[in-house]
C-alpha cells in the first residue's frame, strides 16, 4: 500500500464557497527521528498499559467508570456540561441538578461505545459501524433531527455560531461525496501497513475531515480510537479515552487537525496524537493503580466481619462510587437491611459519606475514588506541541 503525494486532498468549488474533499490515505510520511521517538515512546507507554492494565485485579471493574469518564470529557468538547459526579450519581439513583437531556447525552456515549465492543466480535471497524455508533449517541437527544445513523444529505461546516459555508474555517466534502471518501477511508483502516498508532492517527484526522453526520461527528471519531485500540488487541479492555487530552489542549488539537487540511502538516498532527497517547497511558495507569490501592485497603479494613457483604460493596464501589443500600442489596442479591447493614459499616471505617439528606433511599459516596476519577489530566504546557 503506496502513497505518492503529501497534499491532504483538493477543494471543489460550490458556487461562493469551495468544499474540502480529502485524498485517500496514506499520505507519504518522511520518518524523521523525532517522529520515529515519539511513535516509540507512545507504543512503550500504551503497552505498559495493557500489561499491568491487564494484570490489575478488576480491570473489567474499573472499564465502566473509565467508560464515563470518556464520556463525560467527550461531550463536554461539544458542549455538554454534565460532570462525572453527576452521571456517576444519577447512576444510583441520586437527584441530581442537572437536565436530563445533558445526562442522556452522556449516557449515550458510554452506550454507544460498550454497544462497538460487543459488535468488535462479529464485525470489523467499517462504515456499517460507524452508523451504528452514531445511532446508539443520538437516539433521543438533542442532535436527532440530525438523522441518527443516516450520512448527511446536504452541506455542513466547521465555523463559529452564525457563520455560513462562505466565513466558515471548514467546510467538508460535499454530500454526493461523503459515501466515496468514507469507502476509502474503511479500505484504508483494513489494508494499512503502518504501525497501528499512525494507522489511527491518520483515521481519526480523515474521518473528522470528511464529517459524514449532522451533528456527533467529533464524538463518533473520539469513540472509534477506543474501539481501534480493541479491535487491533492493543488494550485488552478501554483503559485509554485520549479525550482529557484533547480538551485540555483544544486549540492545539483543531490547529493540527486544520494543519493537515491547509497545509499537509501530516508530522505536526501524528506527533501530537502519539504525545496524547503517551500522556494519557501514564495518566490512566497512575489513575488504576490508585484506585486499586484504594479497594485494596478498604478490603482490609472490612474484612474479618461476620459476614462477606461490607467487602461485596466495597467491590460495588470499583465501577460506581455512589451507592444505596437498595442498589446494593439488588446487585448483591440479599435482603435489604444485610445491604443498609454493609453500608453502614462502610460508613463507620470513613469509607463512604451520605450525600442526600433523604431517609429512605440515602444516596452514599466513597469520595476518595470519586476524586481520582474527578482529577483534571496532569499535562504541562510542554506536553502541547
Not at 464520556?71 to 450519581?89: D, F, P
Not at 455560513?164 to 459515501?179: G, H, I, K, L, Q
Not at 460493596?313 to 454493609?342: D, Y
Amino acid at each position: 500500500m503506496h502513497a505518492t503525494t503529501n497534499l491532504p486532498g483538493r477543494k471543489i468549488p460550490q458556487g461562493n464557497y469551495s468544499a474540502f474533499v480529502p485524498a485517500p490515505l496514506p499520505p507519504k510520511l518522511e520518518w524523521t527521528p523525532r517522529l520515529i521517538r515519539v511513535l516509540s515512546d507512545a507504543d512503550r507507554l500504551i503497552g505498559k498499559l495493557a500489561g499491568e492494565g491487564g494484570r490489575l485485579p478488576n480491570p473489567h471493574v474499573l472499564m465502566r467508570p473509565f467508560v464515563q469518564r470518556e464520556a463525560v470529557l467527550s461531550s463536554k468538547i461539544e458542549g455538554t456540561q454534565a460532570t462525572l459526579g453527576e452521571l456517576l450519581a444519577a447512576e444510583a439513583g441520586a437527584v441530581v441538578d442537572r437536565s436530563p437531556e445533558d445526562l442522556r447525552e452522556v449516557g449515550n456515549y458510554v452506550i454507544a461505545l460498550e454497544h462497538g465492543i460487543v459488535r468488535l466480535k462479529e464485525l470489523p471497524l467499517c462504515v456499517r459501524m460507524v452508523r451504528e455508533l452514531h445511532e446508539q449517541l443520538l437516539t433521543g437527544v438533542r442532535g436527532h433531527q440530525a438523522t441518527p445513523g443516516r450520512f448527511r444529505k446536504i452541506q455542513n461546516w466547521i465555523g463559529r455560531p452564525g457563520s455560513t459555508p462562505t466565513t466558515a474555517s471548514f467546510v467538508p466534502p460535499p454530500p454526493d461525496e461523503v459515501e466515496t471518501c468514507l469507502a476509502a477511508w474503511e479500505k484504508f483502516l483494513h489494508e494499512s501497513e503502518l504501525p497501528p498508532l499512525i494507522t489511527i492517527a491518520l483515521a481519526h484526522y480523515q474521518f473528522e475531515a470528511i464529517h459524514p453526520f449532522l451533528d456527533g461527528n467529533g464524538r463518533v471519531g473520539r469513540l472509534l480510537i477506543t474501539l481501534f485500540l480493541i479491535e487491533r488487541g492493543i488494550l485488552p479492555t478501554p483503559l485509554l479515552y485520549l479525550s482529557a487530552f484533547f480538551e485540555v489542549s483544544r486549540r492545539d488539537y483543531y490547529d493540527g487537525l486544520r494543519g493537515i487540511s491547509e497545509r499537509g502538516a501530516w508530522h505536526d498532527w501524528l506527533e501530537y496524537f502519539l504525545l496524547g497517547v503517551a500522556r494519557m497511558s501514564e495518566d490512566a495507569l497512575s489513575r488504576a493503580a490508585r484506585m486499586n490501592a484504594k479497594l485494596a485497603q478498604w478490603q482490609k479494613q472490612v474484612a474479618g466481619e461476620s459476614t462477606n457483604a461490607p467487602l461485596r460493596v466495597v467491590e460495588l464501589l470499583a465501577s460506581n462510587p455512589f451507592i444505596t443500600a437498595r442498589g446494593a442489596a439488588e446487585k448483591l442479591a440479599v435482603a435489604f437491611t444485610t445491604g443498609q447493614r454493609a453500608i453502614e459499616r462502610l460508613e463507620r471505617s470513613g469509607i463512604v459519606k451520605p450525600v442526600s439528606e433523604a431517609k429512605r433511599n440515602r444516596v452514599y459516596c466513597a469520595q476518595a475514588l470519586l476524586d481520582i476519577l474527578e482529577e483534571p489530566a496532569h499535562l504541562t504546557p510542554a506536553d502541547t506541541i
